[in-house]
């Protein structure tokens, strides 16, 4: 079940995404305060998963800032014993839902070049590679993929008649 993370204890919520940081980034993760400082920034939108049989044992988050035009994907992480289960694809679901809640025109993130589980899940949603970022994740100095995944239709030009809504064909045929 996915919920927001308001709807739960903020101190447990900081704590067991702490505990997850380390679980599953070592040296990269991000400390208690760091969390705690993440979750209260300003435009940021975070999800938790949390366990179908208690609804409050945490078992991924996930968590995006939106600048007013992009939704950026600040984090996604599952329990290593719950993942390979579908957590992040319904974090992932959810966030682009919230994302387009808001507006936001794109969803963009960085992924290591070397988590093939983070970049096939990014593929099946429709992420697409922009660019690479050297050295970008440290201490190890790996690279990163930038990928984007378009949320609204952008039109470029003119739009055809055929692609008009049926209401507004109808309204320039009684002109």
């Given at each position: 079940?996915i919920?927001?993370?308001?709807?739960?204890?903020?101190?447990?919520?900081?704590?067991?995404?702490?505990?997850?940081?380390?679980?599953?980034?070592?040296?990269?993760?991000?400390?208690?305060?760091?969390?705690?400082?993440?979750?209260?920034?300003?435009?940021?939108?975070y999800?938790?998963?949390?366990?179908?049989?208690?609804?409050?044992?945490i078992?991924?988050?996930?968590?995006?800032?939106?600048?007013?035009?992009?939704?950026?994907l600040?984090?996604?992480?599952?329990?290593?014993?719950?993942?390979?289960?579908?957590?992040?694809?319904?974090?992932?679901?959810?966030?682009?839902?919230?994302?387009?809640?808001?507006?936001?025109?794109?969803?963009?993130?960085?992924?290591?070049?070397?988590?093939?589980?983070?970049?096939?899940?990014?593929?099946?949603h429709?992420?697409?590679?922009?660019?690479?970022?050297?050295?970008?994740?440290?201490?190890?100095?790996?690279?990163?993929?930038?990928?984007?995944?378009?949320?609204?239709?952008?039109?470029?030009?003119?739009?055809?008649?055929?692609?008009?809504?049926?209401?507004?064909?109808?309204?320039?045929?009684?002109?």
């Amino acid at each position: 079940m996915i919920v927001e993370y308001a709807a739960m204890d903020g101190d447990a919520v900081v704590a067991r995404i702490a505990e997850l940081e380390r679980d599953l980034f070592s040296s990269g993760a991000w400390s208690r305060e760091a969390v705690r400082q993440e979750l209260a920034a300003p435009a940021r939108t975070y999800l938790l998963a949390v366990d179908d049989t208690d609804h409050t044992t945490i078992i991924g988050y996930a968590g995006f800032w939106y600048d007013g035009d992009d939704a950026e994907l600040m984090t996604i992480g599952v329990d290593p014993s719950r993942q390979r289960q579908g957590v992040a694809t319904q974090l992932l679901d959810a966030l682009i839902g919230k994302a387009r809640e808001q507006g936001a025109r794109r969803m963009l993130l960085e992924v290591r070049v070397d988590n093939t589980p983070a970049l096939n899940l990014y593929q099946r949603h429709g992420f697409q590679r922009m660019g690479l970022r050297k050295r970008y994740y440290q201490p190890e100095g790996v690279d990163a993929y930038t990928m984007a995944l378009d949320l609204a239709p952008r039109t470029i030009g003119f739009q055809s008649a055929a692609a008009a809504p049926q209401h507004e064909r109808e309204e320039n045929d009684h002109e």
